[in-house]
């Protein structure tokens, strides 16, 4: 069977959980008309005015994802200091503008920032959301790196958390992180009638008891979620990825299930994998090509709308396609790129190896119609399971079967049987 690259502007993934939509284009130009007025959160972790290029490192095959070499470093994004703080403040406002247009009357903003951008942001926030619904500047605090000489070392990010109006919904107890054993002990420890262990203090006439098996409740310093250390599991290779920890916490604290949780910089997609596991609904846009491939890899269980045109890859393809009772049943044998496809890459490793079906991160089989490609089922390369399924099954139903293909150079692109 010969195949042939088709156009494809949408993809849907029917995955079991919650999911929601994943928008490839940069944030000032996504059409996002249908969500004003309801959305319950949004998160926004951009540049941080750096001045530095971010990447993202592709492990390559089965080889690369078992081994850990084979790793092509990527250029992601871009922090270029370029226009000054004038051009790096006017993109943070229109950030700004559209998340308060989304959000509904009782959500909540959370701005993510370091000590660079987080004075000018405060003010812009408080022109877009009104001091008054100013709510925390959360210091984010972690121990990663070195330790500077010159000054104290700069180990805390800023999340200023604003309302967008009075009706905010916001619920502490969902964010209860257990009491610590060690905490100082001003406190008398003793139990109570029922022989439940508890601490209690004396304050104005008054008698204090705090158990010690009920939650505390996190205040404005964030110390206990640590930094992605370098082999983290959670790392997915996208530079400046938060971890999953910080996201749970902000989206659980103010929101209940079904809501939509937004992040117009989601990058790997942290925050929409935190919005499907509290069971809420996701928005994510992001302009780069590999943040997108990331976090759809991430949320494959879900049912996922990402919007993107594919373009055309230089690469071939060969597939067989199998009718089973009820399914058919699709092997992939071939997905090869062009000539000399990592030529332009600056950093590849010694001895890059690429075979076989090594060039696929992620394949899905489905349908196309009318540009509109529907997944069924889909596969992807994981520290878990470096080793690609090479066949997939397909629900026989009426449509055109397709082929989707994520490379390692986050390409995205779309195959069907060549009409005779
Ligand atoms: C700090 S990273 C976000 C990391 C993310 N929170 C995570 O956990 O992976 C910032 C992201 O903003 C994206 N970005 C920068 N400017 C953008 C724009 N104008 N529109 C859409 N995305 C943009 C970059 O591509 C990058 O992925």
Not at 384 to 391: E, M
């Amino acid at each position: 069977m010969i195949w042939q690259q088709a156009e494809c502007y949408k993809e849907i993934i029917c995955g079991d959980r919650t999911g929601g939509v994943l928008i490839h284009s940069d944030l000032r130009r996504a059409d996002l008309d249908e969500f004003k007025g309801k959305v319950q959160c949004v998160y926004l972790d951009p540049p941080f005015f750096t001045g530095d290029e971010f990447t993202f490192r592709m492990r390559i095959g089965e080889k690369g994802w078992a081994e850990g070499n084979q790793v092509l470093e990527l250029p992601a994004y871009s922090d270029s200091r370029v226009g000054g703080k004038e051009a790096y403040l006017r993109l943070l406002r229109e950030a700004l503008a559209i998340a308060h247009e989304l959000l509904s009357e009782t959500g909540a903003l959370f701005l993510h920032l370091d000590s660079r951008m987080n004075a000018y942001a405060r003010l812009e926030c408080d022109k877009i959301f009104g001091e008054n619904n100013f709510i925390n500047e959360i210091i984010w605090a972690y121990q990663s790196g070195g330790r500077a000489k010159k000054h104290f070392s700069r180990k805390h990010d800023v999340i200023l958390f604003y309302a967008k109006s009075r009706a905010l919904y916001f619920d502490i107890t969902r964010v209860g992180v257990p009491r610590k054993d060690n905490r100082s002990n001003h406190m008398r420890r003793t139990v109570d009638e029922n022989g439940r262990p508890c601490r209690t203090i004396k304050a104005g006439g008054k008698v204090y008891t705090y158990y010690d098996d009920e939650p505390v409740f996190p205040d404005d310093v964030w110390a206990d979620v640590s930094h992605l250390q370098q082999k983290d599991p959670q790392r997915t290779g996208y530079d400046t990825q938060k971890p999953q920890a910080l996201l749970n916490r902000i989206v659980r604290c103010c929101t209940r299930r079904g809501d939509i949780v937004c992040d117009l910089f989601c990058g790997s997609g942290t925050t929409l994998v935190a919005a499907a596991e509290n069971e809420c609904r996701y928005l994510g846009v992001d302009q780069c090509s590999h943040a997108v491939s990331v976090t759809r890899k991430r949320l494959l269980d879900t049912e996922l709308e990402l919007r993107t045109k594919t373009e055309r890859v230089e690469a071939v393809l060969d597939a067989d396609v199998l009718p089973g009772i009820g399914y058919y049943e699709i092997t992939l044998n071939t997905y090869a790129l062009g000539s000399a496809p990592f030529e332009n890459i600056k950093t590849q490793p010694k001895g890059l190896h690429v075979v076989g079906l090594d060039a696929v991160d992620q394949w899905s089989v489905g349908f196309l119609r009318d540009g509109v490609f529907k997944a069924y089922t889909s596969a992807a390369r994981r520290k878990q399971t470096p080793k690609l399924p090479t066949t997939l099954e397909l629900p026989l139903l009426r449509g055109t079967v397709a082929i989707m293909v994520v490379d390692v150079l986050g390409n995205r692109s779309v195959w069907v049987p060549q009409q005779a």
